[in-house]
């Protein structure tokens, strides 16, 4: 109910003033700032910080996704590549930008990792806002065609016959391709050289140059195989790919290693929920259609929908979950 004060109302003031005076007042009657910023966001383009290089997988899924947001927000969607640090430099800049939705950024699972192997200026929890749960990649390891190793097993072994000799080039120290490769290095009992580079990008071109053995990835390799210039020996799902069935996992081989290391957007902690709302719809109704699906297919990607809430959630449990696994590779600070 708008109140007047006593010195805007009059007893002798006819229904037409009365009108006038309360119209003159609403203005005063603010409305919620959530209310507000749902019904002003977007109003400009919102950055999509991909920590990656690119050209590699994550890359393109990102920049097919935002064009596919960009018509559910009204606004552009900019993919901007910040790589390095393992995927998490993109993010870090992140979490220093202004809570106000128009910077986001794509969350790695390298982030719930990298503080507990070395001292970092960020929480993967406090100093993010999630947004939503988007996909997993499919990993695997693949060796340039002409490579003498024919199966995974062929390469471990040469690994064994030449300690400290045989290579695999992988996304980053701490990304899940690297933690892949020390899980299977240690249940074998091996001691292969770890390459790590900015992006799938970079390691795939270290491949195709000869200048390391193998590579541990997601699925930017997909095209090299298909097209012949690569050979995948391995995988990481609980089961088979479709698109390569003749590949076996690693859990096929006895190594009780999984991972399709889930995916998603954050912004910087602080974030209005009405406008982490506008975000998660949009890239909702963006991932569930047919031409993002499409994507996913031919990057071999499984969809992974959490809603802000469910995918909070997810990150707090996992960044414990980590802890344990950096501890058992005695990959922790010395």
């Known amino acids: 109910m708008t109140r007047f004060s006593h010195a805007s109302f009059r007893p002798d003031m006819n229904r037409r003033q009365l009108i006038l005076a309360a119209g003159a007042a609403a203005p005063l009657v603010s409305l919620p700032s959530s209310v507000q910023a749902q019904a002003a966001f977007p109003n400009r383009p919102i950055t999509l910080v991909c920590p990656w290089p690119a050209g590699g997988s994550t890359d393109r899924h990102l920049r097919a996704l935002a064009e596919i947001a960009s018509k559910h927000l009204g606004q552009q969607v900019v993919v901007q590549n910040q790589p ?102 240690d249940a074998a009992g091996v001691d292969l050289v770890h390459v790590p580079f900015k992006g799938n990008a970079d390691s795939t071109q270290a491949l195709l140059g000869g200048h390391v053995n193998a590579q541990s990835d997601a699925t930017g390799w997909a095209r090299f195989v298909d097209g012949g210039q690569m050979r995948l020996l391995v995988t990481f799902g609980e089961r088979r790919t479709k698109r390569w069935p003749q590949v076996p996992t690693a859990k096929e081989l006895g190594y009780n290693v999984v991972s399709t290391s889930p995916y998603g957007l954050a912004g910087p902690k602080g974030m209005d929920p009405a406008v982490v709302k506008v975000l998660h719809d949009a890239f909702r109704k963006a991932a569930e259609d047919p031409e993002h699906i499409k994507v996913l297919d031919q990057l071999d990607q499984e969809p992974w929908l959490r809603s802000s809430e469910e995918y909070t959630r997810w990150v707090r449990d996992t960044f414990t979950a980590e802890k344990a696994l950096i501890d058992r590779l005695g990959l922790g600070p010395k």
């Open 84 to 185: 390095g640090a393992g995927g998490t430099l993109g993010p870090a800049n992140v979490a220093n930008a202004r809570p106000d939705g128009y910077t986001i950024t794509q969350f790695p699972l390298g982030m719930m990792r990298i503080p507990h192997m070395q001292k970092v200026a960020w929480d993967p929890v406090r100093d993010f806002t999630m947004i939503i749960g988007l996909t997993g990649y499919t990993f695997g390891v693949v060796v340039k065609a002409d490579a003498p190793y024919r199966s995974f097993k062929e390469y471990i072994d040469a690994g064994k016959a030449a300690p400290g000799k045989i290579s695999y080039a992988s996304t980053g120290t701490g990304t899940s391709p690297h933690l892949l490769m020390e899980m299977v290095t």
